[in-house]
């Protein structure tokens, strides 16, 4: 008894040693973790984000949270306003020659990198030149594909000649995975040390927690509205909620309509912004089962996409064509069935030779956008009043992108990224020589005229009629079915001033927001 | 040599060989398990847009994530690595899966140290008191009660509990950037209270079922109807001859929960953003970083079987029985 006594004693005492050490080691974690918000005379304006940013070059972004942390370091040579149209930004608009192969762009003076060394056309020239190196890895390649040569005459010039005309080209330059770097800092030490010409300079970052910045009293826009912004990464969607109603996260951006509307309160407000982005039932025309133009019109007049706004999307969006891009944007009524025509979709099937329907395989993924799944059910439900079977298949993210990548389905649910150029959105998909030809299943010599028309020239009016015969070769042959373009919502605190929401809930213009 | 071959066939070398060997399993499986899985590093990172990446680009990434090599080369690389202290880097973080570690294990296991501490809390006065009256109104509820506590999933019981108190008083202390207990222990306590509750709460029903079956077993035992008949106070009895004897198994128990905590606290660190082990995975898995998940499922392995090896060993010490087996 005594013994078993003991040992058990010595059980407890270890076990209270093991506690001891264990906070103790806790204690001296190596995690240096910054300023809080609330800490910080309420000047720390906090971001609240759900993940850790992937990739800290900006060539190299591809994730969200990237994007979001990126573009509060690095300026693009253009910017960008309300409706996406390039302006000036670290370089005046360019002077394009008559040929449209040659743009000259002016920088403006005085711009300082985070280290404080000027930035000049010396570093715009290394940029571009490494965003087009394949060794660089980079996501804005595509964005200088009709570039032959960049060149800096002097420190304030810089010269982009290009191999044909190319009006989509400037749209390119206002994106943020093309921010300007400097020539005398290492990819490596960019990579845990960024150095920007942007509204807010490195601070810090604690992995899986928070990136901290700073205030860049040199940005040339003028001077940021908060001393410090930090983005504070919370996974949950709903914590993020708590921490907004608690006050320990300023700001934070949701796309599904329900959790934004939970975290409304009298201290928190919610804006919902459009999107470039737009949702579509993707058909493969290069697939036997979709090959004829009546089936595939049949499906788009037996969908309704209010339906599938109002039911899947529990109402975030609003119903479109296929071009979103603000200058040049589709009439989302300019298509054989602007609503659902069940007696229409039936006479297109009976065209199609198949009266009764047919079985019709679609992919979606759980993984990709909260309502992708939903979506599917949505359709299958929709397709089944016309006698087309849907099967739907549920797959995992990883096994969606793979099979989208290789064309390997029929039919698909997507939600592809929108530009402000209808040229950088759509000749990858529908050109017979664009990377995505073999995804889109779609092609015709017409798309390939049109296409190559629309970057030839310069003048808006022209793209315009261009593009509106696109956006109705693509309707009138049912090469996809556009859906709808996604709304997020912006859930900010009430002591948040001067924040101006943009489409996309893009964050250009976050450096204006200062808080009380 | 026969005392080489004493020390090879001694239980306890063979028993750090078998731990070896577990290890080296678990090591396999791992790597197969990420492989089978489809998509890698560049799918993971660039989704659709690895369709844009030209086949120079393509090939360079293929090497830059070294998926251009055998997979058996692949594993050996990395095990070598491994064996000599480098257990791979995050392309994500640029910081090597050592340095990940050291932030993020203290934060798993203050949180699993004090979750157990909860349990312990609530399950072993429940134990007692469910054990007072065995069969009577009183077990019935407390058994209802664990019932009902293992049911309630942790997800669903710690969004809960975090909304009521985040709506009602405004406090949500996780909402804030994670301190550590050297940093700012006050901010750090307040953040692992309700993780700790949650996962307290779900260690609680083993811990007072055991509990509860111990002392039951104890009290019918010989010695302690002695002790009663020498005239031993009632409630001297109860806390130092039967509670004290009931806390073995709990301590065993105790132990194994401990060793499923380092792994298994992910819902609770993923809800209240704890930098803790469990989101290491997690984030590994999402952006496909190989070595992240292997290194870390590795670590994780390791300390369990290493708590099972300790435990073990101090049977062997503690129990002559188990040295004659």
Avoid at chain 1, 115 to 138: E, N, Q
Avoid at chain 1, 319 to 341: A, E, L, M, V, Y
Avoid at chain 2, 255 to 260: I, M, V
């Amino acid at each position: 008894m005594n013994q078993v006594s003991r040992s058990t004693r010595r059980a407890l005492v270890a076990g209270a040693a093991v506690t001891a050490a264990t906070l103790l080691l806790a204690g001296c974690s190596g995690t240096s973790n910054s300023s809080t918000g609330s800490s910080n005379s309420g000047r720390t304006l906090v971001f609240g984000i759900t993940a850790d940013p992937t990739q800290m070059v900006p060539w190299t972004l591809t994730s969200e949270q990237s994007l979001q942390v990126l573009s509060q370091l690095y300026s693009p040579l253009l910017d960008s306003n309300a409706q996406k149209e390039p302006i000036a930004g670290l370089a005046d608009l360019p002077k394009v020659s008559s040929d449209g192969l040659t743009y000259t762009f002016t920088l403006h003076s005085g711009v300082k990198f985070a280290d404080g060394s000027t930035l000049d056309s010396t570093d715009v020239k290394y940029t571009f030149d490494k965003i087009m190196d394949p060794a660089s890895k980079a996501s804005s390649t595509s964005y200088f594909a009709s570039v032959a040569s960049v060149e800096a005459p002097d420190p304030q010039t810089v010269v982009v000649k290009l191999k044909k005309a190319d009006a989509s080209f400037p749209a390119g330059l206002t994106q943020p995975n093309t921010g300007i770097v400097p020539s005398d800092v290492s990819v490596d030490s960019l990579q845990t040390k960024p150095d920007g010409s942007g509204p807010y300079t490195f601070v810090s970052r604690v992995p899986n927690e928070s990136i901290t910045l700073k205030r860049n009293a040199d940005y040339f826009g003028g001077e940021p509205g908060a001393a410090g912004l930090e983005f504070r990464i919370i996974p949950d969607d709903q914590s993020m909620v708590l921490a907004l109603k608690t006050g320990a996260v300023d700001i934070a951006v949701f796309d599904n309509p329900v959790t934004a509307k939970t975290a409304t309160s009298p201290t928190v407000t919610t804006d919902s912004v459009g999107s470039l982005q737009y949702h579509a039932l993707q058909l493969r025309a290069a697939s036997p089962v979709l090959s004829n133009v009546n089936t595939r019109l049949a499906i788009q007049c037996a969908i309704s996409r209010q339906d599938v706004v109002d039911s899947a999307a529990l109402g975030a969006g609003d119903i479109t064509g296929p071009i979103t891009s603000p200058q040049f944007k589709s009439d989302t009524n300019d298509q054989p069935c602007p609503t659902q025509d069940l007696a229409k979709a039936k006479s297109y099937l009976a065209k199609a030779g198949t009266p009764n329907g047919f079985t019709l395989n679609l992919m979606t993924s759980q993984g990709l956008y909260s309502s992708a799944v939903d979506e599917a059910q949505n359709i299958q439900a929709q397709l089944g009043k016309v006698g087309i079977k849907v099967n739907v298949q549920t797959l995992d993210s990883n096994t969606y992108v793979q099979k989208w990548l290789a064309g390997d389905f029929d039919a698909a649910i997507a939600q592809n990224s929108g530009s402000p150029d209808p040229n950088t959105m759509y000749a990858r998909y529908f050109t017979s020589t664009g990377t995505y030809n073999k995804v889109a299943g779609y092609r015709s010599p017409e798309l390939d005229n049109l296409f190559a028309q629309g970057i030839a020239t310069t003048d808006t009016a022209q793209r315009t009629a261009i593009y509106k015969q696109i956006s109705e070769q693509l309707v009138n042959n049912a090469a996809w079915i556009w859906l709808f373009t996604p709304k997020e919502y912006i859930v900010l605190n009430t002591s948040v001033h001067g924040f101006e929401p943009r489409v996309d809930a893009d964050l250009m213009t976050l450096w204006k927001a200062s808080i009380s | 040599m026969n005392q080489l071959r004493a020390v090879a066939r001694h239980p306890v070398t063979r028993r750090v060989g078998e731990t070896l060997l577990t290890l080296l399993g678990i090591s396999i499986l791992t790597f197969i398990l990420l492989r089978v899985v489809p998509g890698n590093q560049i799918t993971a990172a660039y989704g659709t847009a690895a369709g844009e990446l030209t086949p120079a680009q393509l090939h360079s990434l293929e090497i830059y994530y070294g998926l251009d090599k055998p997979l058996i080369a692949q594993y050996f690389s990395w095990l070598g690595g491994v064996l000599t202290g480098n257990l791979g880097v995050s392309a994500t973080s640029h910081l090597s899966v050592l340095q990940m570690t050291a932030q993020s294990l203290p934060n798993t296991l203050e949180l699993a140290v004090l979750s157990i501490v909860v349990g312990l809390l609530l399950g072993v006065p429940l134990g007692v008191l469910a054990a007072s009256r065995p069969g009577k109104t009183r077990d019935n509820l407390t058994q209802f009660g664990s019932l009902l506590a293992l049911s309630i999933p942790s997800f669903l019981l710690a969004t809960a509990v975090a909304s009521w108190l985040a709506n009602t008083f405004n406090w949500y202390p996780n909402g804030a950037g994670y301190n550590t207990l050297l940093e700012n222990p006050a901010l750090n306590l307040e953040q692992m209270i309700l993780p700790a509750l949650v996962l307290g709460i779900s260690i609680a029903p083993p811990v007072m079922q055991t509990a509860r079956t111990a002392i039951l077993d104890i009290r019918a035992e010989d010695f302690v109807r002695t002790a009663r008949a020498k005239g031993v106070p009632e409630r001297r009895l109860q806390f130092r001859h039967i509670l004290r004897n009931a806390l073995i198994p709990v301590v065993t128990m105790s132990g194994l929960q401990f060793g499923f905590l380092l792994g298994g606290a992910l819902v609770a660190e993923q809800i209240f953003s704890i930098p803790g082990i469990g989101r290491q995975v997690l984030l590994g898995l999402n952006e496909k970083e190989y070595a992240v998940v292997q290194s870390t499922v590795l670590i994780i392995a390791t300390m369990f079987v290493l708590v099972n090896l300790l435990t073990d060993l101090v049977y062997r010490v503690v129990d002559p029985r188990v040295r004659v087996r």
